[in-house]
């Protein structure tokens, strides 16, 4: 059940018809052989499409309040900060709230800007909501709680984030269905709201409970879709006992890459952050496994992307090492601070660079990570790559990236020697004309 941003709908007509078609559709719920189709005017859990460019996004008409020059009404004020919500604009939502505009004042189909930043899945924007005050449990049209809205979008991210701020994980909704329910009824058999799923479980929310007008289990739901990872996933954390030693249970978990396992371990108690002889997080455990599914159980529920363990490294630093861009952006989420070092002081990019990770260079420089940052050895990242790599196609690469990400190829070497005099001297012939472009 997707918004579609450019229809409009009369608010009466739209929810006389879906309640209608809901209530036919919905008495006995849906066969593994006659899924009903979503309804493509709007989700059940109450979102509306955003007003379109012949809507109230207009420009205000000249001698208007909200004409260029004139001071913001707080009504206008809270549109402009709803509108900002739709599209994600980041700084145009700071920068009105900061203005006085109100995360929690709705339009006419009660929806708020903190609502619409749950359903969206806009994290940042939920955040700053949320530090600004939200009203956490609000509802909507449908009497829907923001986790509600996010988990039938399989938002696992926000998901978490509101559970760990203390929404209510069990309100049932006017249709009579929960967040677990929205999410497998109304969603996908993908590894996003297999992750949602499993987020859920983590954050203690009721996975047994059947639906008011179907009489469905999270679990019968998943059979009658015909969704088999999200079956699978609700039949571990339903029946899964629970472990002696949960942080043990954890970090085994994670260093075998059951993210299902993760969700039943947190789900009983485990800390987030217990360590192992090594001191190495679950998150740390993972990421070295790149265990991607395990990692997003972790984020989404708060862990520590910068946990150092004995060696000094860190979830964010490993990525480094292992070269996973999929991990990468798991983590990145996580807000993993680019500035902690490893036990030879350097950044990510540097060991990325040296061992030929093209993917993840690239990507980790549009990060705003430091590419010119020297390490105890004296070696920018473009030094590592030339002196320490092979000179063939991988490390050409990398050079090209760091020198159009502004790295600099005049810094030298704890000897004063250049990236560029490294290259003559090993004979990469390739990096010398890149570096003499």
Known sequence: MRRHRTARFPATLTVVALVAGLAGACQTGPTSQDVPAPPTSEPASGVTPAPSSAGTRGPAAPGSPSAAGATPTQAELDERLRRAAWDDDRAAFARLVRRGANVDAKDETRQSAYLVAASEGHLDLLRLALRHGASIDDKDSWNGTALIRAAER???LVVGELLRAGIDRDHVNRIGYQAVHEAVWLGRDT??????VRVLAAGGARLTDRSRREGLTPLEM????GFDRLERTLRTVTTAQQPADADRALLRAAREGDADAVAVALRAG?????????????LLLAVTGDHVEAARVLVAMGADPDALDDRHDTPWLVTGVTGSVAMLEVLLPARPDLTIVNRFGGVSVIPASERGHVDYVRRVVRTGID????NDLGWTALLEAVILGDGGPAHQEIVRILLDAGADPAVPD????????????RGHRAIVRILRR
């Open 270 to 282: 485990a800390d987030i952050e217990a360590r192992d002889a090594r001191r190495r997080t679950a």
């Open 154 to 156: 399989g938002h696992a």
């Open 414 to 425: 704890a000897d004063g020697v250049t990236a560029l005099q490294h290259a003559e001297r």
């Open 222 to 225: 998943a059979g009658r879709r």
């Open 371 to 374: 590419v010119d940052h020297v």
């Open 191 to 196: 590894s996003a709201y297999a992750t949602t």
